[in-house]
T-cell receptor, first 114, second 115 residues
Framework: EDKVVQSPLSLVVHEGDTVTLNCSYE??????LLWYKQEKKAPTFLFMLTSSGIEKKSGRLSSILDKKELFSILNITATQTGDSAIYLC??????????????FGKGTKLSVKP | KAGVTQTPRYLIKTRGQQVTLSCSPISGHRSVSWYQQTPGQGLQFLFEYFSETQRNKGNFPGRFSGRQFSNSRSEMNVSTLELGDSALYLCASSFGGSGAGGTQYFGPGTRLLVL
């Protein structure tokens, strides 16, 4: 069965720390890997990765994909309290099915303390 | 461009009732996917509609159904509500034309509480 596993499930850090969130996957027909940030409401899109080894950056956030080892990481540098959220990793499939077009991990809950 | 909108935002129902939730996708998006999110199970896929047709369906009982209209707006219906149906129901839209795996943009969700 296709699956996406995120680690750690929760993380508590202090402002200014750098964090690395992990996402590994096993899917039969990979197309893309996506990261979302979810605060109290809708998940908001962060990155979509399709190629190995190419880092995507947006401000203090960056992400990279390794299609050989089947994982991705999301880095957040100089964390701020506003980064506190659940970070979701999802894998996009080339075809849909009973798990849908995007399969989500359970998320990593990040808490940044002042 | 307006984002994905969902109505209502909050809903309280009792067991045995039915409920209809609505989702309007981003203009130009033809695919609408529905998810149920609970603390224990995370985001679970319900179904996806594209051009008024159900393209994929998740592993939920037949009490969960949906439809899509010609303007891409979608509704989902849950009949004979159970306590375990209490959850955040999220709708996501994407262009969808090339099939699966593209970026999906989420609405704010409908929080359903079943008493």
């Amino acid at each position: 069965e296709d699956k996406v596993v995120q680690s750690p499930l929760s993380l508590v850090v202090h402002e200014g720390d750098t964090v690395t969130l992990n996402c590994s996957y096993e899917v039969t027909n990979f197309r893309s890997l996506l990261w979302y940030k979810q605060e109290k409401k809708a998940p908001t899109f962060l990155f979509m990765l399709t190629s190995s080894g190419i880092e995507k950056k947006s401000g203090r956030l960056s992400s990279i994909l390794d299609k050989k080892e089947l994982f991705s990481i999301l880095n957040i540098t100089a964390t701020q309290t506003g980064d506190s959220a659940i970070y979701l990793c999802a894998v996009g499939m080339n075809y849909g099915g009973s798990q849908g077009n995007l399969i989500f991990g359970k998320g990593t809950k990040l808490s940044v303390k002042p | 461009k307006a984002g994905v909108t969902q109505t209502p935002r909050y809903l309280i129902k009792t067991r045995g009732q039915q409920v209809t939730l609505s989702c309007s996708p981003i203009s130009g998006h033809r695919s609408v996917s529905w998810y149920q999110q609970t603390p224990g199970q995370g985001l679970q896929f319900l179904f996806e509609y594209f051009s008024e047709t159900q393209r994929n369906k998740g592993n939920f009982p037949g009490r969960f159904s949906g439809r899509q209209f010609s303007n891409s707006r979608s509704e989902m219906n849950v009949s004979t509500l159970e306590l375990g149906d209490s959850a955040l129901y999220l709708c996501a839209s994407s262009f969808g034309g090339s099939g699966a795996g593209g970026t999906q943009y989420f609405g704010p969700g409908t929080r359903l509480l079943v008493l």
